[in-house]
């Protein structure tokens, strides 16, 4: 996510085809050492999860995702608790 913002400070006038957005997503994750493919869907839900994981209301989840209803946001609050119920019991 660092990665991404710092690029994307850097290049504030882009332009924003979904091709254009993908390309410098794949150019940036190219730059780091993850092995899982990243693409703006994955950073999509990347953020969906983190949001819900750090408290974010369905509400405040759906609008920014721009869903229509509240069943995907409420999908990645559930996927957020599984996580987070699966990093408690790791930790204790």
Request: charged residues 25%; positive net charge.
């Amino acid at each position: 996510m660092r990665r991404l913002r710092d690029y994307f400070s850097y290049h504030e006038a882009y332009d924003a085809t979904r091709q254009t957005v993908t390309n410098r997503v794949k150019r940036v994750a190219a730059e780091t050492d993850l092995r899982k493919k990243i693409t703006p869907h994955v950073l999509r839900h990347t953020y969906g999860t983190l949001i819900a994981a750090w408290g974010a209301t369905p509400q405040y989840i759906r609008q920014t995702m721009g869903h229509a209803d509240l069943s995907s946001a409420n999908d990645y609050l559930q996927y957020a608790g599984t996580q987070l119920d699966a990093e408690a019991e790791e930790l204790w």
